[in-house]
């Protein structure tokens, strides 16, 4: 028994300090720096955080998609409370004003519940949004359709004790679904999805509906 917990304490500790180590990783790694990275088009990125979170923790992955020539869009959220109506509505209506300023569909990125929610901006607004890419979300709730004009990228990790595999698989008819190795709070800091985000990223559109 004693052994027992102290193997689920040091397991416990291994998983906090994980994403810092990923983090880390990150710093070190020429993809943040922009190295090899295609150089983006100037189009929207918004990028959504996840449960319980706020948009502070996701300015690494906004900093690099300015240095890779994207127009990082904040959420607007201090801390994510969930999937709601309302705030589905209000992140529609960020999406539209950024469409409308640009004349540009938007790219979403979300992290964990922002996956999902990007995921239902987008089955809303296919004129508006482009592509999602998801980072360790749960895909398994998602109930509206998604048109075939909105790209769906998956990225998860079958070591994420968060979101376990396969919840946070895409199934939509035309989605990809790529795995890396990692952590689920670390994979906004992941290299690895880094470099799926570099080759994502500039995919072209589909046709809108």
Do not use: C
């Amino acid at each position: 028994m004693r052994k027992g917990g102290a193997f689920s304490l040091a397991g416990l500790a291994g998983a906090a300090l994980r994403p810092a180590t990923e983090f880390g990783m990150l710093m070190g790694d020429p993809i943040f720096w922009g190295i090899g990275v295609p150089r983006g088009d100037g189009r929207p990125v918004m990028v959504l955080p996840g449960l319980f979170a706020g948009d502070a923790y996701l300015q690494p992955l906004r900093d690099w998609l300015g240095r890779a020539g994207y127009s990082p869009v904040r959420s607007g959220i201090d801390r994510n409370p969930g999937w709601s109506s309302e705030l589905i509505e209000a992140l529609s209506q960020i999406a539209l004003d950024e469409h409308q300023r640009t004349r540009r569909r938007v790219t979403i990125i979300g992290h964990s519940m922002g996956g999902l929610q990007g995921r239902s901006v987008a089955a809303r607004l296919p004129e508006v949004v482009r592509h999602v890419i998801a980072l360790g979300s749960p895909l398994a709730l998602a109930q509206e359709r998604l048109p075939t004009a909105v790209r769906m990228t998956a990225i998860y990790s079958r070591e994420d004790e968060i979101v376990r595999y396969p919840a946070s698989l895409a199934r939509d008819r035309r989605a990809k679904n790529m795995k890396v190795p990692g952590s689920h709070i670390g994979l906004a800091f992941n290299p690895a999805v880094y470099r799926v985000l570099a080759r994502s990223l500039g995919a072209p559109d589909f046709e809108t509906v």
